[in-house]
């Protein structure tokens, strides 16, 4: 039986994958509440105009040189709406939201499952071995299909850092446990998960470099 000063360094590694799954499930929560909001908006705006206009038109609201200012605006709105609305088929919206919406669900999953794991450290179940290599396959694929989402590095410090709360991560920096999202300037934190001054020094050398 493993004790404490013998445990299975797997037992570490299926720590690490749990925080980076949540980490990651959080980058695709956050892309799928915003291409909700993106598809709600065109939705709304692809219903009230035709609604609107006709509204007044039949109930007779507005005189016709007013109504003729309406419909100009209408049709600005129209084109407006319809240049968002090609924008969002050439982007890719309906897809990108599917996908991050699935991909939060599956990562979720995943960390609850590798920590429920994890934390057996003390008495790991008999079929440990088959339990962790079926996760470290999963986790494996799932980090393949997500790596090629282009996530950017402002969500990897958003999703590090929601992480680092859920599990009550110290930063490796400055040794603090982050309590909120709200980043903060400590300045002697090298760690650019937890501290947005280092975030910035991080950026501003990348630049020069560049």
Not at 22 to 50: C, D, H, N, W
Not at 79 to 89: G, K, N, R, Y
Not at 182 to 206: D, E, T, Y
Request: charged share 20%; with cysteine; glycine share 4%.
């Amino acid at each position: 039986m493993s004790t404490a000063a013998t445990v299975d360094p797997r037992f570490t590694e299926l720590h690490k994958r749990a925080a980076d799954s949540f980490a990651t499930a959080a980058i695709f929560q956050r892309r799928s509440e915003k291409y909700e909001r993106l598809m709600r908006v065109l939705t709304f705006f692809g219903l009230v105009l035709p609604i609107v206009i006709g509204g007044i038109v039949m109930g007779g609201l507005a005189d016709p040189e007013l109504l003729k200012r309406w419909v100009y605006v209408a049709g600005v709105l129209a084109v407006v709406q319809v240049v968002i609305f090609l924008w969002s088929v050439v982007a890719n919206w309906p897809d990108r939201l599917n996908y991050a919406s699935s991909a939060n669900a599956l990562n979720t999953q995943l960390s609850n499952e590798l920590h429920a794991l994890a934390i057996q450290a003390a008495k790991p179940p008999a079929d440990f071995d088959a339990r962790f290599a079926k996760l470290e396959a999963a986790d494996n694929a799932r980090q393949m299909q997500d790596q090629t989402k282009n996530i950017t590095e402002k969500e990897k410090v958003y999703g590090r850092r929601t992480a680092m709360i859920q599990f009550q991560t110290k930063c490796v920096g400055c040794e603090e446990v982050p309590l909120s999202m709200k980043m903060v300037f400590w300045g002697g934190c090298p760690n650019s998960h937890c501290c947005l001054a280092s975030l910035m020094q991080q950026f501003s050398i990348r630049l020069r470099s560049s």
